[in-house]
């Protein structure tokens, strides 16, 4: 336990620090060493050192990659130190988390040009020009031979054959190969030679972010303390939030499909969002998730004002509020928008429905584009569609819509 006795404005600030940092996540291990921690922290001014690793295997991030960077800017509002660390030299390897065979092991370049698209989209959320960057090839292409070998003497096979996926393809005959064990003991000495004090992940990191505790152990460092953090799922409710499964809300996206998909999240997921993915103040989250125990509070408006924001954070909060009024132009009085994406459709002039909705990719499937129809959920020109096999007569300026606030429009000259 922590020695240090706090004066009441420091304690005052410990508690809020200690309340806000710990909302939204599943595990604090051990919770007693996050609370001295944090409390030597407040007393000496000392900041921790907070680390992230990421191996940047594609080059775009969507809103549930975020989870872990707004509880970041929360350690940053509070004066702390972030860490992050790119794997260039562990993406080479590739991380075999929840996978049933390794994974592709990428190069360097590769690792390097989607690490530069990460940060232009992380200075969204953090202050960029104050986190640490790291990468660890720094450290690992110095490694001689007898200190991988060291290295590895730090855990056992039967250690390593507790993670879920290793025991699964063990267990089911399927290959794991050595180099994939060296994965979580290179991901725990990263965290040994930044010397960190907190190390923060998703849910599915687990075992990886335990290993840096016990590799830090090993080689007679303080121990870090463990943050993980939900997987956020998607439009769906259900399932984790992937591009894969088309459920996802991207950086990218413009403020009126942001603000529209965010106002299709189930009701269920409101409160969650507003904890994992805005800064709004811990106490204000609580009185919101009350209000809609109580029913005091209505889901639309919550809904809205959690779309409000998460657009304030990736554009600003004139467009918030112009996209704001336009939600209510559009899903209140039924209005078509003004700013509509445009597409140069250079195809043939007639076209099946289906078809036309898939080569615009507005849909993930044809299924789903015939189920739509079916629940009159597309209209052409303001005209619904009650055919699936109704044939298109393509027009400059055409617009086509799908559901309540998916727009685009077609231009042929």
Excluded at 179 to 194: A, C, I, K, R, T
Excluded at 250 to 267: A, H, Q, R, V, Y
Excluded at 271 to 289: G, S
Excluded at 391 to 397: A, L, P, R, Y
Aim: aromatic letters at 8%.
């Amino acid at each position: 336990m922590s020695d240090k006795v706090l004066s009441v404005e420091k304690s005052e600030n410990f508690e809020k620090q200690f309340k806000t940092l710990v909302s939204g996540t599943v595990d604090v291990i051990p919770q007693n060493e996050f609370r001295d921690k944090l409390i030597n922290s407040v007393a000496t001014g000392k900041p921790l050192k907070i680390k992230l690793g990421l191996d940047p295997t594609a080059p775009d991030i969507h809103l549930g990659h975020t989870v872990v960077l707004n509880k970041l800017r929360q350690f940053q509002d509070y004066g702390h130190t972030i860490q992050i660390v790119i794997g260039d030299f562990t993406a080479r390897i590739g991380d075999p988390t929840g996978k049933s065979e390794a994974r592709v092991q990428l190069d360097e370049k590769e690792v390097k040009k989607n690490a530069k698209t990460y940060f232009d989209q992380f200075r969204k959320v953090l202050n960029m020009d104050k986190v640490q960057v790291f990468y660890n090839a720094e450290w690992f292409s110095k490694l001689n031979f007898e200190e991988s070998i060291s290295l590895s003497s730090k855990i056992t096979v039967a250690r390593l054959l507790e993670r879920n996926d290793f025991e699964n393809r063990y267990r089911n005959n399927l290959p794991i190969s050595l180099h994939e064990f060296f994965y979580p003991l290179m991901q725990g000495y990263d965290s040994v030679v930044l010397e960190s004090d907190i190390e923060i992940g998703g849910t599915d990191q687990h075992f990886n972010l335990l290993m840096g505790r016990h590799l830090q152990e090993s080689y007679q460092k303080s121990k870090q303390v463990i943050l993980t953090l939900p997987l956020l799922e998607g439009l769906d409710g259900v399932e984790k939030m992937s591009k894969s499964k088309g459920n996802y809300i991207s950086l990218e996206d413009t403020p009126t499909n942001m603000f529209g998909k965010l106002m299709s999240i189930p009701d269920e997921l409101i409160v969650k969002y507003f904890k994992l993915l805005t800064p709004i103040d811990i106490d204000k989250i609580n009185e919101i998730e009350l209000g809609l125990q109580k029913q005091t509070l209505h889901p639309k408006e919550c809904k809205m004002n959690l779309a409000e924001t998460i657009v304030s954070i990736y554009y600003n909060n004139e467009i918030a509020k112009d996209t704001y009024k336009e939600f209510n132009n559009i899903f209140k009085k039924n209005l078509v928008p003004d700013d509509i994406p445009e597409y140069n459709w250079t195809d043939n002039r007639s076209i099946n429905i289906v078809e036309l909705v898939h080569q615009l990719n507005l849909l993930p499937s044809k299924n789903q584009i015939r189920n739509m129809i079916n629940n009159n959920g597309i209209k052409v020109n303001s005209v619904k569609i009650d055919n699936i096999n109704q044939i298109i007569e393509i027009e400059n300026k055409m617009i086509i819509q799908i559901g309540k606030r998916k727009f685009i429009k077609l231009i042929t000259d």
